[in-house]
């Protein structure tokens, strides 16, 4: 009895794989079309982290939970502004990083070389997952329970502490949820909200100008 469930489980999910694999071209030319031609958009969003162990808890455990919202104009220009549990601003362009909080009245900066990766994973996400196969084996895993597409992404050459990263996307291709799994196992998850396309987003706005009695903190 056991080997006949083990094998109706096998046989599902070889045919399942079959059509995502046929559905992924399909999938992230929707995603294309629905990100790839706007150039600003705000996007509200929560993050949690969960860790190794609040994940062996199951449901009851809940992570850092913080919320806000980010601003993308492409190519390659961010900012996240974390409205809770404390306010903090993250602006990032091709040259510099900067992270600043306010309630400790200091400003670290960054050269965005050190966050390479990072930062084009999130600029990618908000381009619709442009050029994503140029840097990651993508699978689509058919839809989850919510009705979503649930795509995998692992880096390829491997990244030296992100396993993998998953995207959840609605059948009208606007991303919903992004985890991004380290190597120790905790999860950082981005769960996005509706975007709202922006036509006048000037460029001064993804650069930072401390303020007055503000710290700065210029790491090497």
């Given at each position: 009895?056991?080997?006949?469930?083990?094998?109706?489980?096998?046989?599902?999910?070889?045919?399942?794989t079959?059509?995502?694999?046929?559905?992924?071209p399909?999938?992230?030319?929707?995603?294309?079309?629905?990100?790839?031609?706007?150039d600003?958009?705000?996007?509200?969003?929560?993050?949690?982290?969960?860790?190794?162990?609040?994940?062996?808890?199951?449901?009851?455990?809940?992570?850092?939970?913080?919320?806000g919202?980010?601003?993308?104009?492409?190519?390659?220009?961010?900012?996240?502004?974390?409205?809770?549990?404390?306010?903090?601003?993250?602006?990032?362009?091709s040259?510099t990083?900067?992270?600043?909080?306010?309630?400790?009245?200091?400003a670290?900066?960054?050269?965005?070389?050190?966050f390479?990766?990072e930062?084009?994973?999130m600029?990618?996400?908000f381009?619709?997952?442009?050029?994503?196969?140029?840097?990651?084996?993508?699978?689509?895993?058919?839809?989850n329970?919510?009705?979503?597409?649930?795509?995998?992404?692992?880096?390829?050459?491997?990244?030296?502490?992100?396993q993998?990263?998953?995207?959840?996307?609605t059948?009208d291709?606007?991303?919903?949820?992004?985890?991004i799994?380290?190597l120790?196992?905790?999860?950082t998850?981005?769960?996005?909200?509706?975007?709202t396309?922006i036509?006048t987003?000037d460029?001064?706005?993804?650069?930072?100008?401390a303020?007055?009695?503000?710290?700065?903190?210029?790491e090497?």
């Amino acid at each position: 009895m056991f080997r006949g469930i083990i094998l109706c489980s096998l046989l599902f999910s070889i045919q399942g794989t079959a059509l995502a694999s046929e559905d992924l071209p399909r999938v992230l030319d929707g995603l294309k079309k629905a990100y790839g031609h706007l150039d600003a958009i705000s996007v509200p969003y929560t993050r949690e982290v969960v860790t190794r162990s609040m994940s062996m808890l199951g449901t009851q455990a809940k992570g850092d939970l913080a919320g806000g919202t980010i601003y993308f104009r492409a190519p390659d220009l961010l900012r996240l502004e974390q409205e809770k549990p404390n306010i903090e601003t993250i602006v990032a362009n091709s040259a510099t990083m900067w992270w600043y909080i306010p309630d400790k009245k200091t400003a670290y900066e960054y050269k965005t070389e050190e966050f390479g990766k990072e930062l084009r994973l999130m600029t990618n996400i908000f381009r619709g997952l442009a050029q994503v196969e140029d840097n990651f084996k993508v699978t689509l895993h058919g839809k989850n329970s919510l009705g979503e597409y649930e795509m995998e992404l692992i880096p390829s050459p491997p990244w030296e502490e992100i396993q993998k990263i998953e995207v959840m996307a609605t059948d009208d291709y606007s991303i919903r949820t992004v985890k991004i799994h380290n190597l120790l196992g905790s999860v950082t998850i981005f769960t996005l909200g509706e975007f709202t396309e922006i036509h006048t987003l000037d460029k001064r706005f993804f650069t930072f100008e401390a303020p007055k009695g503000v710290k700065v903190i210029r790491e090497k």
